[in-house]
């Protein structure tokens, strides 16, 4: 069964700080796909990244980075020199057909 | 309007009402979604409909029923819900049904009383 752990419940950084989330993910199949959401305070979930089982490359984008690894079945984001705007809650999510399952998210708030 | 809207943003309805929580995207997606949004769980995906047709449900009480009449309008139907229904309920849509991004509408604030 599909599984994916946010163990950091909230998060609280000052600005400018550098700040990972951990993502822990647990499946049976060998071709699966991450996914990271954002989620601000008007409640609409963004997406941020999706990559596949068999691409392990990290990547970067602007202050976001992730970094993928099957061996710990971690999926993390890192978020370089966050910003007030920062804040929200992320949620990681395994989807292998269908079924999309999310973690419980964890909230990051960013003090000026 | 662009993405995906929801309507209403709020409701509060009886135990014995019934009411209807509609979706629509502007995507020209042809996948679309039901999430529930509890303060005690994780995001729980409920339905999933492809090109009008339901291809998951999540073991859903009956006392949710969804319709989709075509690929950019989504309802969720509701009857005799119980207080532990309140929740946030998020629509979604994708480009096909599967592992794809996802795009969501704000959510309904569903109170039951």
């Known amino acids: 069964a599909q599984k994916v752990t946010q163990a950091q419940t909230e998060i609280s950084v000052v600005e400018k700080e550098d700040v990972t989330l951990d993502c822990v993910y647990e499946?049976?199949?060998?071709?699966?796909?991450l996914f990271w959401y954002k989620q601000p305070p008007s409640g609409e979930l963004v997406f941020l990244i999706r990559?596949?089982?068999?691409?392990?490359q990290n990547e970067i984008s602007g202050r976001y980075s992730w970094n993928f690894q099957k061996s710990t079945s971690s999926f993390n984001f890192t978020i370089t020199a966050s910003q007030v705007v920062d804040s929200a809650v992320y949620f990681c999510?395994?989807?292998?057909?269908?079924?999309?399952?999310f973690g419980a998210g964890t909230r990051l708030t960013v003090k000026p | 309007e662009t993405g995906v809207t929801q309507t209403p943003r709020h409701l509060v309805m009886g135990m014995t009402n019934k009411k209807s929580l509609k979706c629509e995207q502007h995507l020209g997606h042809n996948a679309m979604y039901w999430y529930k949004q509890s303060a005690k769980k994780p995001l729980e995906l409920m339905f999933v409909?492809?090109?009008?047709?339901?291809?998951e449900n999540n073991s859903v009480p009956s006392r949710f029923s969804p319709e989709c009449p075509n690929s950019s309008h989504l309802f969720l139907h509701l009857h005799t819900l119980q207080p532990e229904d309140s929740a946030l309920y998020l629509c979604?849509?994708?480009?096909?049904?599967?592992?794809?991004?996802?795009?969501f509408g704000p959510g309904t604030r569903l109170t039951v009383t």
């Open positions: 409909y492809s090109l009008e047709e339901r291809v």
């Open positions: 979604a849509s994708s480009q096909e049904a599967g592992p794809y991004e996802q795009y």
């Open positions: 499946t049976r199949d060998t071709t699966y796909y």
């Open positions: 990559r596949n089982s068999f691409d392990e």
């Open positions: 999510a395994l989807s292998e057909i269908y079924d999309m399952r």
